[in-house]
C-alpha cells in the first residue's frame, strides 16, 4: 500500500473539506494508509513529513495523532529493529558461497521473495523516518538503528536482489530449452520402460506383459504432447502432476515392485517431471514482482545522508565495494519514475530526460566511490615515506656480513603491507563489470582513473595554494616555501608511479597531465588581471565538471614590495610576485656575466661591487622542480601578461598627464 498511500496524500489536497472536517473519513485513511508510516516519498525521493503537513488540517491532524503517539513510534521502532536484525541473517545465510543455486531458487521462491520484501519494508521504513520532523522521535528512530547497520543491510540486500534477478533471467533465457530437453529426456525413459516389457531386451529376465508396454507407451505419447506454449502453466503443472501420480501408483504392482532398475527408472522421471513443474512456474511476472519489490526511488534524496558511512564502510573493509554494483544497480530504479509517463506518449524528450538522470546517478556513484582514491594517496603516502626517510638504499655490491643490516626486514613487511591494502582496494573497484545506469554505460576502470585523478588534483592544488604562500616576502622565505613544494611534489610523482604497476595504468602520464592542467587553469584565471577578454572559470577548457580544480581564497596579507599591483589571485600570482620582489631593481642589480641578479646597496654602486646573489640559475632551477616546464612557460606567459598591462598602463598615463605639455616641455629640454 505504500505506492497507494503517497497518491492519497496528493489526492487528499483536491478534497479539502475531508482533510479539515470529515473526521470518520480521515481517521478511517489514517488507519488503513498512515497507520505505522508518516513519512512518504512523493516524487524523485521527494519527501513530506505528514506531522508538520496536515498541522494546519483539523481532521486530518487528529487522526493521525491519535496514531501517532511516542510509545506507539517506539513500538514501531522496535519491530523495525527487529525486523532488520532477522534480515541481515537471512541475507548473510543466503550470501554464502553455494548456497544461491538453480534448483535452491526453484524450490523457495517463495521464501526468496518473502525475504526479499522484508529486507525492502525494513530499509524503506528506516531510511524514511530516519528524516522525520519531529526531534524526539526522530532521535527514537535514530539511535535504535546505526547508520553502518542500516548501510549493511542495503548492500547486502542490493547483491542479494541482484543475483536473485540475474538468476531469474538466466532461468527465463533458458526456460524453453530446458523444457525441450526435460521433456525428451521423460519420453525416452518411457519409451526404454515399455521396450523393457516386450521380454525381447538383451539382459532382461522379465516375462512380457502387454498391458505395462501400452502402458507405458501411452505415457511416452502424453510427455511428448506436453506444451506449456498453448496451456496455462497452472494446468501444465497439473498434467505433470498427474504423471507423477500415476508412476507412484504402478511403483506398486509386483512386476516393478521387485525390480530396482525399474523402481531407478522411475525415481529418475519423477525427478524430471518435478524440474519440468518448477520451469513452466518461472515466469516474467515473477522477475516484475521482484522489480517492484526492490524499488528504491524513494530513497534517492535520503541517500545522501550515508554518504559518508559508504566512506567509512568501504575503508573499513575493501572488498566490500564488489557489493557497491548491486547498490548502484538498485538506486538505478530512479530512473523509472520520470520517464515512465514521458516513453508512454512516445515524446522526443525521453532521450534527453534519460541522460540528465543517468549523469546524476552517475554523479551519485562518483562521490560514493571518492573514498578509494583518498585512501589509495593515503597509504601512498606511508609508501613515500618509508621508501624516501626510513629506507637505506642497498648498494650495487655488499659483503655478506651486511646483509642484515640492509636487509631491513620489519620496513619491507611494512611496505608490502601498504602495497597489500592498495591493491585491495583497486581490485575491488576492478572486479565491477561494466554496469548500464541509465542510458550511460560505466567502466570501472575509467571511475578508478577520474577518482584518482580528481585526488590527485587536490593534492597538488592544494599543496600549491599552501606551500606557495610566503608569510613574509623575503629570501629564505621565498627559497623554503618554494623547496617544500618541490619535495611534496616529487613526492607525489614518485607515489603515482609506484602505483601504475599494480593496477595497470599509466600513472606518470596521469601526473603530467593534470599537473599542466593545474598550472595551466591557475594561470589563466591570473592573466584575467591584465586582459580584457577574461576567461571565467565556467568557460575555461582546462575546468572539468568531473576533475574540477578547487578554487581557493586568495591571500594577499604578503608584502606589496613588488610593487601596488600584488593583489593576486593564487598561487600564480605569488609567484610572479616573489620573482618580482627577488629582482626588484631598487635592491638588486642583474650580472650579465652570471646571468643573476645581486643585491647592492648606494656603497656598492659606487664601488662597482655586487654583494649576494638573490635570483639567478640556482631560483629557476628550484622552480623548475616544483612547477616543471609548464610552470616556467606559464609564468612566462603572466610576465608578458604583466608587460603589456604596465605598457597600456604607462601610455594612458603619457596621454592624459605628460602629452598636453608637450611644447613647455620641449622648449625646457631646448633651454
Not at 533458458?174 to 516389457?197: H, V
Not at 571518492?370 to 606511508?382: A, R, T
Request: hydrophobic share 45%.
Amino acid at each position: 500500500l505504500a505506492g497507494q498511500a503517497s497518491m492519497l496524500y496528493v489526492i487528499l489536497y483536491f478534497l479539502p473539506d475531508v482533510l479539515d472536517k470529515a473526521k470518520p473519513t480521515m481517521r478511517e485513511v489514517v488507519d488503513k494508509h498512515f497507520n505505522d508510516n508518516w513519512v512518504l516519498p512523493v516524487y524523485m525521493g521527494h519527501l513530506v513529513d505528514l506531522q508538520r503537513e496536515w498541522v494546519n488540517h483539523p481532521a486530518a491532524k487528529e487522526a493521525l495523532d491519535n496514531v501517532l503517539t511516542a510509545n506507539f513510534v517506539k513500538v514501531l521502532e522496535g519491530r523495525n529493529r527487529e525486523l532488520i536484525a532477522t534480515s541481515i541473517k537471512q541475507l548473510k545465510f543466503y550470501l554464502n558461497e553455494g548456497v544461491l543455486q538453480p534448483d535452491y531458487l526453484l524450490d523457495n521462491m517463495n521464501d526468496l521473495l518473502n525475504c526479499a520484501r522484508s529486507c525492502n519494508i525494513a530499509f524503506r521504513w528506516r531510511v524514511l523516518h530516519r528524516r522525520c520532523s519531529d526531534p524526539k522521535m526522530r532521535a527514537v528512530v535514530a539511535n535504535g538503528v546505526s547508520s553502518q547497520t542500516v548501510v549493511t543491510l542495503l548492500l547486502n540486500m542490493s547483491q542479494f536482489e541482484f543475483v536473485l534477478k540475474d538468476m531469474l533471467q538466466d532461468l527465463l533465457d533458458a526456460k524453453e530449452q530446458a523444457w525441450t530437453t526435460g521433456k525428451a529426456d521423460a519420453a525416452a525413459r518411457m519409451t526404454e520402460l515399455s521396450e523393457y516389457f516386450t521380454g525381447e531386451k538383451a539382459l532382461t529376465r522379465v516375462k512380457r506383459n502387454e498391458d505395462m508396454m501400452a502402458w507405458f507407451a501411452s505415457l511416452a505419447k502424453t510427455v511428448t504432447d506436453l506444451s506449456f506454449d498453448g496451456d496455462h502453466a497452472t494446468a501444465v503443472g497439473r498434467k505433470i502432476q498427474k504423471l507423477c501420480d500415476a508412476l507412484e501408483e504402478v511403483e506398486r504392482f509386483e512386476a516393478i515392485d521387485t525390480n530396482a532398475q525399474i523402481k531407478a527408472f522411475l525415481q529418475e522421471a519423477r525427478d524430471i517431471f518435478k524440474t519440468m513443474i518448477r520451469t513452466v512456474n518461472i515466469n516474467n511476472k515473477i522477475l516484475s514482482h521482484l522489480e517492484h519489490i526492490s524499488d528504491a526511488s524513494y530513497a534517492w534524496v535520503a541517500l545522501g545522508d550515508y554518504l559518508e558511512v559508504f566512506h567509512e564502510h568501504v575503508h573499513r573493509d575493501p572488498t566490500s565495494v564488489v557489493l557497491l554494483r548491486a547498490t548502484f544497480l538498485k538506486t538505478a530504479s530512479i530512473l523509472d519514475v520520470p520517464l515512465i509517463r514521458v516513453t508512454a506518449i512516445d515524446s522526443a524528450d525521453a532521450i534527453s530526460v534519460a541522460e540528465y538522470y543517468s549523469s546524476e546517478l552517475v554523479e551519485f556513484v562518483r562521490r560514493v566511490l571518492e573514498v578509494i582514491p583518498v585512501s589509495v594517496f593515503k597509504i601512498l603516502s606511508e609508501i613515500e615515506q618509508i621508501q624516501t626517510h626510513r629506507m637505506t638504499p642497498v648498494p650495487t655490491r655488499l659483503e655478506a656480513k651486511d646483509l642484515k643490516e640492509y636487509a631491513q626486514l620489519d620496513l619491507r613487511f611494512e611496505l608490502s603491507k601498504s602495497t597489500h591494502q592498495v591493491s585491495i582496494f583497486t581490485e575491488g573497484i576492478l572486479v565491477m563489470q561494466r554496469t548500464l545506469l541509465g542510458v550511460i554505460q560505466i567502466e570501472p576502470k575509467s571511475l578508478l582513473q577520474e577518482g584518482l585523478r580528481r585526488e590527485l588534483v587536490r593534492l597538488i592544488s592544494t599543496a600549491m595554494h599552501t606551500d606557495l604562500h610566503f608569510r613574509e616576502m623575503t629570501n629564505a622565505e621565498i627559497y623554503r616555501q618554494i623547496s617544500k613544494l618541490a619535495a611534496t611534489l616529487d613526492g607525489l610523482k614518485r607515489s603515482i608511479e609506484y602505483l601504475q604497476d599494480y593496477i595497470d595504468i599509466a600513472g606518470l602520464k596521469i601526473y603530467q597531465q593534470e599537473m599542466a592542467r593545474v598550472i595551466n587553469y591557475h594561470a589563466e584565471q591570473e592573466a584575467n588581471r591584465y586582459v580584457k577578454k577574461k576567461t571565467f572559470d565556467g568557460a575555461s577548457r582546462y575546468q572539468s565538471r568531473i576533475i574540477p580544480i578547487p578554487r581557493f581564497a586568495s591571500n594577499n596579507s604578503n608584502n606589496k614590495a613588488a610593487g601596488e599591483d600584488s593583489a593576486c589571485v593564487n598561487f600564480m600570482g605569488q609567484t610572479m610576485n616573489a620573482l618580482l620582489y627577488l629582482t626588484d631593481t631598487t635592491r638588486t642589480i642583474y650580472v650579465p656575466e652570471c646571468s643573476a641578479w645581486f643585491l647592492h646597496s648606494a656603497a656598492d654602486i659606487k664601488k662597482k661591487v655586487a654583494t649576494a646573489e638573490v635570483c639567478g640559475l640556482r631560483t629557476f632551477t628550484l622552480l623548475e622542480r616544483a612547477l616543471g616546464v609548464i610552470g616556467i612557460r606559464s609564468l612566462d606567459r603572466l610576465f608578458s601578461f604583466r608587460a603589456g598591462h604596465e605598457f597600456s598602463a604607462f601610455l594612458k598615463f603619457y596621454a592624459i598627464e605628460v602629452h598636453p605639455f608637450r611644447t613647455l616641455l620641449d622648449q625646457i629640454r631646448e633651454a
